[in-house]
């Protein structure tokens, strides 16, 4: 709905609170965020992840009370989020709220995990490394939609491989980097946008990440706080050594 307001919610944690705008724009991940909170399922939970210079992450049920040293990141809902990109207005600029979800190999539809979360921390890139970035994603065109023909063809492989049928298998294996390569070409060049640039080179953020994870809320206040919490010790894990338990609440 146009002009919808947006939900707001505060995230109390032993470091301080930090106020999250919500977008309208992904309905289903706010809605799902909305409805956990408001029954009080992360009250308790632990900021469970934290990497200095990339993001801090939570949401986890199992972080409830967990035993130091207890590996944790697996626990879930036992439901996905439909992937929501809205993509490139919604990005990983410092300070945006996005879902974390399982890899490509088990999700290559890139679904949301049901609960958790991280909030972006990043770092500063130069206009030169952006560029670089850039050049680094269009030189892998090829690859990736070589990969996509590869999994198409999946059940014509596996049957000449069974045949044992090596001339058979150089010949599709030539003809699917001749159609990568004919496909790539016909793709425009990958560019960030100006917004993209500006913040990466001012702000700061992981620009890898960039559809491939949704991307729906950022923080609005307490900014200090999610610093804080990026900043203390861990484990070899990267749990911190120290909880940092949080409570969700959804404002009015």
């Known amino acids: 709905m146009e002009n919808q307001k947006e939900t707001m919610l505060l995230i109390q944690t032993d470091l301080g609170d930090i106020k999250i705008k ?110 670089n970035m850039e050049q680094q994603i269009n030189h892998g065109k090829v690859e990736e939609v070589f990969n996509t023909l590869v999994s198409k063809n999946a059940a014509k492989i596996k049957k000449l491989r069974l045949d044992r049928d090596k001339e058979g298998l150089y010949e599709l294996q030539e003809e699917l980097i001749a159609e990568a390569k004919a496909k790539a070409d016909s793709l425009p060049d990958f560019k960030f946008t100006p917004e993209q640039v500006k913040a990466y080179t001012t702000v700061g953020g992981t620009p890898h990440l960039d559809n491939q994870y949704t991307v729906f809320g950022e923080v609005v206040e307490g900014m200090e706080v999610v610093d804080s919490i990026q900043k203390v010790k861990t484990n070899r894990a990267d749990r911190p050594e120290e909880d940092i338990k949080m409570k969700v609440i959804v404002l009015e």
């Not at 977008?23 to 992360?42: C, M, S, V």
């Not at 308790?44 to 992840?49: L, Q």
């Not at 036992?78 to 999700?107: C, I, M, W």
């Open 22 to 131: 919500l977008y309208n724009e992904t309905p289903q991940h706010r809605d799902n965020f909305i409805k956990l909170a408001q029954k009080g399922f992360y009250d308790g939970t632990i900021f469970h992840r934290v990497i200095k210079d990339f993001m801090i992450q939570g949401g986890d049920p199992d972080s409830k009370n967990a035993p130091k040293g207890k590996m944790l990141g697996s626990g879930d809902t036992g439901y996905t989020v439909p992937a929501e990109f809205v993509y490139p207005q919604y990005f990983h600029k410092k300070g945006v709220l996005s879902a974390a979800r399982q890899s490509d190999e088990v999700n290559p539809k890139k679904a949301s995990s049901g609960c958790q979360f991280y909030i972006v921390t990043g770092k500063k890139y130069s206009e030169g490394q952006i560029l």
